[in-house]
Nanobody, 117 residues
Framework: QVRLVESGGGLVQAGGSLRLSCAGS????????MEWHRQTPGKQRELVAA???????NYADSVKGRFTISRDNAKNTVYLQMTSLKPEDTAVYYC???????????WGQGTQVTVSS
C-alpha cells in the first residue's frame, strides 16, 4: 500500500516561511503527479500546487509567486516552499499522489500550518 507522510508544518508569523515535505513509500514515485492541497474547517479541500513527473507545475492563484512546489524523485519526496505567509494560508496541508497511467490516488495524513498575524 502506498504511504505518504507529510512533515514541516507548524506555527509561523505572517511574512514568514515554511517548507513542507511529503515522503512517499511503496510506490514508483516518478509515475505520480504530486500535489499539495489544503483545507480549513467548513471549507472544501483546495488544490494549492501540483507537479507532474517532469517539471510542469500548476498553482492556485492565491499562492502564485509565494509558494514553490518541487520534487526529488530519487528521494521519493515532494516539497512545498511557502514564503510571505499570510494568516489566510492557515490550514491543514495534504499531500496527494495521482497515478499518471491510471486512476489510483493517495492522500497523506496532513500537517497543520498556522500563520499568526
Amino acid at each position: 500500500q502506498v504511504r505518504l507522510v507529510e512533515s514541516g508544518g507548524g506555527l509561523v508569523q505572517a511574512g514568514g516561511s515554511l517548507r513542507l515535505s511529503c515522503a512517499g513509500s511503496r510506490m514508483y514515485f516518478s509515475s505520480y503527479s504530486m500535489e499539495w492541497h489544503r483545507q480549513t474547517p467548513g471549507k472544501q479541500r483546495e488544490l494549492v500546487a501540483a507537479m507532474t513527473s517532469g517539471s510542469n507545475t500548476n498553482y492556485a492563484d492565491s499562492v502564485k509567486g509565494r509558494f514553490t512546489i518541487s520534487r526529488d524523485n530519487a528521494k521519493n519526496t515532494v516539497y512545498l516552499q511557502m514564503t510571505s505567509l499570510k494568516p489566510e494560508d492557515t490550514a491543514v496541508y495534504y499531500c496527494h499522489a495521482r497515478y499518471l497511467f491510471g486512476t489510483d490516488a493517495y492522500w497523506g495524513q496532513g500537517t497543520q500550518v498556522t500563520v499568526s498575524s
